[in-house]
């Protein structure tokens, strides 16, 4: 099973430090650039706090979420740095929720912009295993300390 955490943390492209998700100790970017084998991750910004626009930001946290158990959702988890919204680059997950957990199935690019992120997605790797697979409790967890943590940054 892996890991998944809130924490406090400044990107490399960052001016100071705010609310990120770690995986398996890891920043979300890096974790993806070295699971993924894509190094452009770690230019990537976390899509739950990454975005200007409001539709965008609450679209992010809606599909993060997770549903009903054997439900499948596209989320947007890492946007492009510079342009902080969904219509340049978007790195995607298929996150299915399944018997008390969260798994991410595939990952990729999506091919849809603003809120149809992910609609249409690019995927960069077949579904024969889960990339990833954390306990259902710990990644609710990890939601809600990230919004406090966001809410003490401010």
Excluded at 63 to 87: A, H, W
Excluded at 92 to 121: D, P
Aim: contains cysteine; charged residues 20%; glycine residues 4%.
């Amino acid at each position: 099973m892996d890991h998944i955490s809130a924490v406090k943390y400044q990107a490399d492209f960052a001016n100071s430090p705010c609310a990120w998700i770690a995986i398996n100790g890891a920043p979300i970017e890096k974790w993806c650039a070295e699971t993924f084998n894509y190094p452009d991750a770690n230019s990537l910004g976390l899509a739950q706090i990454w975005l200007l626009d409001d539709e965008e930001y609450n679209l992010a946290w809606s599909r993060i979420t997770p549903g009903e158990d054997e439900s499948s959702t596209i989320v947007p988890i890492l946007v492009c740095s510079d342009d902080m919204d969904f219509n340049c680059t978007v790195l995607v997950v298929e996150q299915l929720i399944n018997k008390g957990t969260v798994q991410w199935l595939r990952w990729g690019f999506s091919a849809s912009s603003g809120l149809e992120v992910g609609i249409s997605t690019k995927w960069e790797t077949p579904m024969k295993s889960p990339l990833a697979t954390f306990d259902r409790n710990e990644f609710d967890d990890c939601l809600k300390n990230f919004k406090q943590i966001m809410a003490n940054s401010q």
